[in-house]
């Protein structure tokens, strides 16, 4: 007896409907979504070009064996469900969210970018829902003005696609509404209806399919999901021209200790590659695919070189200290492509170069310039840099001229805004004087952060704060309340008032309190907030402190 039901394709927005209808729903066990924006903009970009995306496998939940969940931001899974998914959690969670307007970032789709011939990629962008910005984009006037289209519009297929068009177009005057109609028209069919049509592969499992059975399915599909990436392709394409890419680079981790400890995905080096040696300077997948051996190899051992410079510019002037504290994986292949194309330097100008990129590095994760379109941002940083690396006089890059950030934001930047709240626990570091262990006193490194089971703890202690009753989470938790501590210090605070263990640690031996807050930006003086255990006042004075630190980590020295 077969325990598949059904093999057909599924449209995309009726899969949707059923996530939002509750009748299909996860098992409990299934991991939480962990998915980051940026792969959502990426599977958004896919299916709007009609790329297969995966197939989505299913049960028919009859028998009622495990216990079952909604999807996250979908309402609660119904009593009387049809379907639990095994596979494909992600990114059904990832398109609901985005389709729906669930979770914590909305998606717009600039009509503008797509009637200007700018690809899908670079018109496709998000929002978190915390963001001032966001309240602007929804109303229909905004919408109108800069033809932003919120992509859960299109929940309603083109229909509702149809009908926004419509109210956008009276907002027009009456000589300009025919000519906006027709270019509107024409986006739907070129990249519109492709939403409406696009179908999932789905494999829908009997309800007689036993319980063991799907257990070991589900296990399988965990362990062996693994993609062909472009650099198993590139591998593959070049074996002909007796360049073993996989050899190269189990040599390039051999050799250069840094690289690997970073685990640098090597589809970044080939990245690198491209924006230094490429016939168009862009890292899009396309045009990495493009490379030729000749270029590989030309540019291989230049941009591996600069890699591992960047990624020591990283560690050492901006305290990256391990792969988890990088706010963006994303910038690495630009930074090494603009070093690797000025790879003759010599001198005073090698510490020039580290500071523009140190400068440069601050001004771009506080600005959250990788946010979205990382790819076209990386092409207009290369060329950028290039031109400054080599020029001192000349201008520093776009994204370091017109730099702005409102201090405030940081009250609101948690673990989940986890780039912003990445390059803030490393300016914490950059931006004392030397930061120190609470524990050990030691000047805090990679090998101390590994040995020492030091991460980011909370000054005032959640539990602590939950009890006085008067925190939100989004304050208790936000990144003003974080800094880096080590398991044992942690555990010794437990659920303390900060009054009570500050106390304890000042009362001890030699023990350089002061000293050690200071080095992690967190207030130090006989008036610290601290001592009286005022949260909201401890918050304003620390963001003092991390206000002045980011003026001074993106200005010029």
């Known amino acids: 007896m077969t325990i598949y039901e059904d093999t057909n394709p599924k449209r995309l927005l009726d899969l949707l409907a059923l996530v939002e209808a509750g009748d299909m729903v996860l098992p409990d066990f299934q991991r939480d979504f962990v998915w980051e924006p940026s792969a959502t903009q990426a599977l958004i970009v896919s299916i709007a070009n009609s790329y297969p995306a995966g197939s989505i496998l299913r049960v028919r939940d009859r028998e009622r064996v495990f216990s079952a969940r909604a999807f996250e931001g979908a309402p609660a899974a ?36 797509l009637m200007d011939g700018e690809d899908f990629e670079d018109a496709i962008s998000y929002l978190r829902i915390t963001r001032s910005a966001l309240r602007v984009r929804e109303e229909l006037s905004y919408q109108a003005e800069h033809l932003v289209l919120p992509l859960a519009v299109l929940r309603g297929g083109t229909g509702a696609y149809l009908d926004w068009m419509l109210m956008v177009v009276a907002t027009r005057p009456a000589e300009e509404r ?16 492709a939403f409406e049509r696009y179908d999932f592969p789905v494999v829908t499992l009997s309800a007689e399919t036993e319980p063991a059975a799907l257990c070991t399915i589900f296990e399988t599909l965990n362990r062996t999901g693994v993609k062909l990436s472009v650099f198993e392709l590139l591998t593959a394409r070049f074996w002909s021209h007796d360049l073993r890419l996989r050899d190269l680079w189990e040599q390039v981790r051999a050799e250069h200790p ?33 490379l030729t051996a000749d270029t590989v190899i030309h540019w291989w051992p230049r941009v591996v070189k600069a890699i591992n410079r960047a990624l020591t510019i990283l560690v050492d002037d901006c305290w990256v200290l391990q ?22 330097t010599r001198g005073a100008a090698i510490g020039a170069q580290r500071e523009q990129i140190r400068r440069w590095f601050w001004c771009s994760v506080f600005s959250q310039a990788y946010e979205n379109a990382a790819n076209t941002q990386s092409t207009r940083d290369v060329n950028e840099l290039i031109a400054w ?19 405030d ?44 089971g030091i991460d980011d703890h909370h000054i005032f202690p959640a539990h602590y704060l939950d009890e006085r009753g008067d925190v939100e989470p989004r304050q208790r938790d936000c990144v003003l309340n974080r800094c880096l501590i080590d398991r044992e210090t942690n555990q010794r605070i437990s659920w303390q008032a900060p009054s009570l263990y500050m106390e ?3 009362n001890e031996n030699h023990f350089p309190l002061q000293e050690v807050l200071k080095s992690h930006l967190i207030p130090h003086g006989s008036d610290a907030a601290q001592w009286n255990d005022d949260f909201q006042c401890f918050l304003s004075q620390r963001l003092i402190l991390l206000a002045a630190a980011i003026s001074g980590a993106t200005a010029p020295l």
């Open 504 to 506: 304890q640690m000042r």
């Open 78 to 113: 119904s009593e009387h469900h049809t379907f639990l998914v095994l596979d494909g959690q992600q990114r059904l969670t990832s398109l609901y969210q985005a389709f729906y307007g669930k979770g914590d970032h909305r998606y717009y789709l600039s009509i503008q970018k």
């Open 178 to 193: 025919d000519q906006l109609q027709q270019q509107l028209l024409k986006i739907r069919g070129d990249w519109i209806d």
């Open 323 to 344: 792969p988890r504290w990088m706010p963006y994986a994303t910038m690495l292949p630009p930074m090494a492509a603009a070093l690797a194309c000025v790879d003759d």
């Open 389 to 407: 690396f080599q020029d001192l006089q000349a201008q520093p890059p776009e994204t370091v001229r017109s730099f702005r950030f409102n201090p």
């Open 258 to 290: 840094l690289i690997s400890r970073f685990d640098v995905d090597p589809y970044y080096l080939l990245m690198a590659i491209a924006l230094a040696g490429g016939q168009a300077r862009s890292c899009k997948r396309g045009d990495v695919l493009n």
């Open 409 to 452: 934001h940081l009250r609101e930047v948690t673990p989940r805004q986890r780039s912003l709240y990445r390059a803030t626990i490393c300016l914490m570091l950059a931006s004392g004087n030397a930061p120190l262990d609470f524990h050990t006193r030691a000047v805090l490194n990679h090998q101390l952060l590994d040995s020492s």
